[in-house]
């Protein structure tokens, strides 16, 4: 992880602008965990203020210059200090004044680029721009203050395959600023990658007002901003089908206040030579911190050993709408694993996760919905805190939501679907003290909902509504009682009802023994409901607010926590219908 000064200041505010309660008494992983090592910290959140000035309706400049490509050479206009110089249709700015300058740029050119020394902020207005670099970058500017982008018309840019870079320079995509790169307008701009990377800026890249802007990479990232890269609106559509590569990464922050977000990774891990390490693709990479408060994103990714969302550091889902769909396999000797997991110890092996974070991850508001072929769903290497929002994520192949750390839900509506796995597992405490869970996990030793039992962790329940297709860790603290029922049919609608809350949900084809269900009271299950309006959660599997009618009762008994024992229907101890 590259750890620069704006990286952690960023952090520091973000974490500054925070309430938490008690997020420093939360056990690191491997030390003893008790039930007093709980957390009901408040999600980090990006301080949009230090963003005040990129709002290019608010800046004043001080002069235009218009730049038109054509088959002739570039025509330059309102050029009064002479600091344009044109080759043909390679154009070179050295603004020396003291002057704030807006370069407009239309025309279509075969083998052009712009290149800008500036010593102040200055704006590019793209107003039907086609332009193609056969020797690098298609805009390169070289100096540090802010860039802004406004993006008029259709646009169109390219790189070359091959970059000719001068000695001391860099030129790291299609788009590359040393300083801030802030688009907004309301055009588009489509902007393929052939040689490096798709948009880069050694500062930060900011997305603001409705442009649409289409990034395609066969090379590098899509979009990357070493400090950050925050998209506030516009719609933002990114392929990347190159090896390793991301969909959008920064070595600091990722923020998502707003607008939508496409990407699309296909490329395959592969061994970093830089790292000496093997790497895999991602949809987003933020190597500090990654956070989604407004907006929409859709991430799927296909390669071997690639990724949905991953960061180094901490994970915060406060609000928006969030997609991943995860397809590929894990790259590398992972079927090496005693234990039959995704994961593996060797050193060329890659997992395909869904949602991996190496920190925390908090979910706050918004929804999530992850789904993977290979591996977990959602992972966290620290631990995961659930306050509100809706979280849903289907794992085929292991642990829908995975925790390192502890596991705590206080609120929200959760789902952890994992046929062949642990539904929502912790490696240390569980808690759940309130929200709306729907576990599915399968038959022993995998758990609807486990926690890591051997470790000397536990299980608490003191609060939530609850229903668990494959049963409780054994051991568990149930100081909110839990019922166990009779048997129960694969693909039937149930609905169950404890105290004022009512909810109906649709049983899985597989999932484990036995069924659990826990309430603020005692609750009363239905089975064979039909199920009328409310809203539809889980991927169509769960209802809240609707109503039901017909169905038969289910007997419930108690339940203290395991997955053996007293559990009747046809099947020999499977569900009825097997």
């Known amino acids: 992880m590259k750890k620069g000064y704006f990286a952690f200041a960023m952090l520091l505010i973000g974490c500054g602008s925070c309430s938490t309660d008690n997020f420093d008494d939360i056990t690191p992983v491997g030390e003893s965990q008790t039930a007093t090592a709980d957390t009901t910290t408040v999600s980090p959140k990006f301080d949009e203020s230090i963003l005040e000035e990129d709002n290019f309706a608010e800046t004043k400049f001080d002069r235009t210059i218009k730049i038109v490509f054509a088959d002739g050479g570039a025509r330059v206009t309102g050029d009064e200090n002479g600091i344009v110089a044109v080759s043909r249709n390679h154009v070179t700015v050295n603004n020396t004044t003291d002057e704030k300058v807006i370069f407009e740029l239309s025309g279509t050119a075969a083998d052009g680029s712009l290149k800008l020394y500036n010593q102040k902020k200055q704006a590019l207005i793209l107003n039907n721009l086609n332009l193609t670099n056969t020797q690098g970058a298609a805009i390169n500017n070289q100096g540090k203050k802010r860039c802004f982008v406004v993006v008029k018309g259709d646009n169109a840019l390219k790189d070359a395959a091959t970059y000719s870079t001068p000695d001391g320079e860099d030129e790291k995509a299609v788009i590359f600023s040393e300083g801030q790169l802030i688009f907004s307008g309301d055009g588009t701009l489509s902007v393929t990658a052939q040689g490096k990377s798709g948009i880069t800026s050694d500062d930060y890249v900011h997305f603001m007002g409705t442009p649409t802007v289409t990034v395609s990479s066969s090379a590098g990232h899509g979009v990357r901003g070493k400090d950050a890269v925050i998209v506030s609106g516009g719609t933002i559509n990114i392929s990347v089908s190159a090896n390793m590569k991301k969909g959008?990464?920064?070595?600091?922050?990722?923020?998502?206040?707003?607008?939508?977000?496409?990407?699309?990774?296909?490329?395959?891990?592969?061994?970093?030579?830089?790292?000496?390490?093997?790497?895999?693709?991602?949809?987003?990479?933020?190597?500090?911190?990654?956070?989604?408060?407004?907006?929409?994103?859709?991430?799927?990714?296909?390669?071997?050993?690639?990724?949905?969302?991953?960061?180094?550091?901490?994970?915060?889902?406060?609000?928006?709408?969030?997609?991943?769909?995860?397809?590929?396999?894990?790259?590398?000797?992972?079927?090496?694993?005693?234990?039959?997991?995704g994961n593996s110890s060797n050193s060329n092996s890659v997992s395909a996760k869904g949602i991996k974070f190496d920190g925390n991850i908090i979910f706050a508001g918004g929804s999530v919905s992850v789904k993977c072929a290979a591996n977990e769903g959602i992972e966290s290497k620290g631990n995961i805190i659930i306050t509100d929002g809706v979280v849903y994520s289907y794992s085929a192949a292991d642990d829908a939501i995975n925790s390192a750390g502890t596991f705590t839900i206080n609120g929200g509506y959760v789902c952890g679907h994992a046929p062949s796995n642990d539904g929502l597992d912790a490696n240390g405490n569980f808690y759940i003290k309130g929200g709306?869970?729907?576990?599915?996990?399968?038959?022993?030793?995998?758990?609807?909902?486990?926690?890591?039992?051997?470790?000397?962790?536990?299980?608490?329940?003191?609060?939530?509504?609850?229903?668990?297709?494959?049963?409780?860790?054994?051991?568990?603290?149930?100081?909110?009682?839990?019922?166990?029922?009779?048997?129960?049919?694969?693909?039937?609608?149930?609905?169950?009802?404890?105290?004022?809350?009512?909810?109906?949900?649709?049983?899985?084809?597989?999932?484990?023994?036995?069924?659990?269900?826990?309430?603020?009271?005692?609750?009363?299950?239905?089975?064979?409901?039909?199920?009328?309006?409310?809203?539809?959660?889980?991927?169509?599997?769960?209802?809240?607010?609707?109503?039901?009618?017909?169905?038969?009762?289910?007997?419930?008994?108690?339940?203290?926590?395991?997955?053996?024992?007293?559990?009747?229907?046809?099947?020999?101890?499977?569900?009825?219908?097997?």
């Open 248 to 341: 959008i990464a920064s070595d600091s922050l990722v923020c998502i206040n707003g607008g939508t977000t496409v990407i699309n990774v296909t490329g395959s891990a592969a061994y970093d030579s830089e790292d000496a390490e093997y790497s895999g693709t991602a949809g987003i990479k933020a190597d500090c911190l990654f956070e989604i408060n407004g907006g929409s994103l859709d991430i799927t990714s296909s390669g071997a050993g690639g990724k949905g969302i991953s960061g180094d550091l901490t994970g915060c889902f406060n609000g928006g709408s969030v997609t991943v769909t995860v397809s590929g396999s894990n790259y590398g000797q992972s079927s090496v694993n005693p234990f039959g997991r």
């Open 436 to 578: 709306t869970i729907y576990a599915i996990g399968t038959s022993a030793p995998e758990l609807a909902i486990d926690a890591n039992t051997e470790g000397g962790c536990k299980l608490y329940v003191s609060g939530g509504t609850i229903v668990a297709v494959g049963g409780l860790e054994s051991g568990a603290s149930l100081t909110q009682s839990c019922y166990q029922a009779s048997s129960w049919n694969k693909n039937t609608w149930y609905s169950m009802t404890a105290g004022n809350t009512v909810i109906a949900f649709k049983t899985p084809a597989s999932g484990g023994t036995p069924l659990v269900v826990s309430g603020a009271e005692k609750p009363t299950l239905v089975s064979g409901a039909s199920v009328t309006g409310g809203t539809s959660l889980f991927d169509g599997m769960f209802v809240v607010g609707g109503s039901a009618s017909e169905g038969s009762e289910v007997s419930l008994s108690s339940y203290s926590g395991g997955n053996g024992g007293g559990f009747g229907g046809p099947g020999g101890g499977r569900p009825g219908g097997w």
